[in-house]
């Protein structure tokens, strides 16, 4: 069985800066995209970033664009998340997925899910 870890989150001021990371554990699996989500508290869970695993094309939420970074990691088999300049609307779970279609930022598409991580920011 596939299961990915996050790893990472935590508590920052506005401004500040966090990176998530996300390892895959168990056995052996292929995967087309690696991708962000996160979900606020009484909001549906939302499309943040995705990587392409070959590729390495990247895609982002309008919301995060230009401060949030997605990367691969090859010696760990690993994605991360680099958010910089942080801001309170960014509070909430973060999941890690990973899927072997082609749809980056389509939650359904996913076959497999972290269990989340919790990013809080402060104002």
């Known amino acids: 069985q596939v299961q990915l870890v996050e790893s990472g989150g935590g508590l920052v001021q506005a401004g500040g800066s966090l990176r998530l990371s996300c390892a895959p554990s168990g056995r052996a699996f292929s995967t087309n995209i690696m991708g962000w989500f996160r979900q606020a508290p009484g909001k549906e869970r939302e499309f943040v970033a995705a990587i392409m695993w070959i590729a390495r094309s990247t895609y982002y939420a309008d919301s995060v664009k230009g401060r949030f970074t997605i990367s691969r990691d090859n010696a760990k088999n690993a994605v991360a998340l680099q958010m910089n300049t942080l801001k309170p609307e960014d509070t909430a779970v973060y999941y890690c997925?990973?899927?072997?279609?082609?749809?980056?930022?389509?939650?359904?598409?996913?076959?497999?899910w972290g269990q989340g991580t919790q990013v809080t920011v402060s104002s």
């Open positions: 997925a990973a899927s072997t279609r082609l749809s980056p930022s389509r939650a359904s598409t996913y076959e497999y």
